[in-house]
């Protein structure tokens, strides 16, 4: 296993989408990312994977801490340590680091009830799509969800799924800064997946 993954790059012949992914990263955490790295060889998948996820995201009007709510609980269950400090650490800085790594952990505290139900749902579909029932759909409606929200929601947490499934499956490490950027409460509860890549 190499430091980052086992594709790790750099792309040969680098598009002008590869550039910009890359200097996407640079522009918001000062270095290019490994999940970065590997999804560099597929920059039209990329595109279109987070341009769903923006149009899911738009459709059950989820702000940034619900999704981080969501990517949470999802990545979480999964056991993908990457998102789990990526987005720890986002929620961490929109909310508060203990909220965070509540989410991780499954303890809920400081969120509201709808906030509960999107993080309940997140793990029950990561956990066994099929063993979800009409009586977990329920308490989404009843905690203010509309059938199309419902649905974009879980369009949602299926496409974090997909993308947790791919930087797993290729051997993308967190990446050495997280070690810093993200909160002691975070880093505690993230005791799974693959480890944070040395520096």
């Not at 190499?2 to 996407?24: D, H, I, K, R």
């Not at 590997?38 to 009007?61: D, P, S």
């Not at 508060?96 to 505290?109: K, R, W």
Request: proline share 4%; aromatic share 6%.
């Amino acid at each position: 296993m190499t430091a980052t993954a086992f594709l790790p790059g750099p792309v040969a012949e680098p598009s002008p989408e590869t550039l910009a992914m890359y200097q996407n990263d640079v522009n918001e955490l000062g270095q290019v990312m490994n999940i970065t790295r590997v999804w560099a060889h597929q920059t039209a998948a990329h595109e279109a994977l987070f341009g769903l996820l923006a149009q899911c995201a738009e459709a059950a009007n989820l702000d940034v801490r619900r999704k981080g709510i969501l990517v949470l609980a999802t990545a979480s269950t999964l056991g993908d340590s990457y998102c789990s400090l990526a987005w720890g650490r986002k929620l961490g800085l929109e909310a508060d680091p203990n909220l965070a790594a509540g989410v991780i952990e499954g303890l809920d505290d400081g969120l509201t009830e709808s906030e509960r139900a999107l993080a309940n749902w997140a793990r029950k579909v990561a956990r066994d799509a099929n063993g979800t029932s009409e009586g977990d759909v329920q308490e989404l409606k009843e905690a203010g969800f509309t059938d199309a929200e419902v649905v974009a929601i879980t369009v949602f947490v299926a496409l974090r799924l997909a993308f947790s499934t791919v930087n797993d499956a290729l051997g993308a490490r967190p990446d050495a800064l997280f070690r810093a950027a993200a909160s002691a409460e975070v880093l505690a509860a993230v005791d799974y997946g693959r480890p944070i890549a040395e520096d």
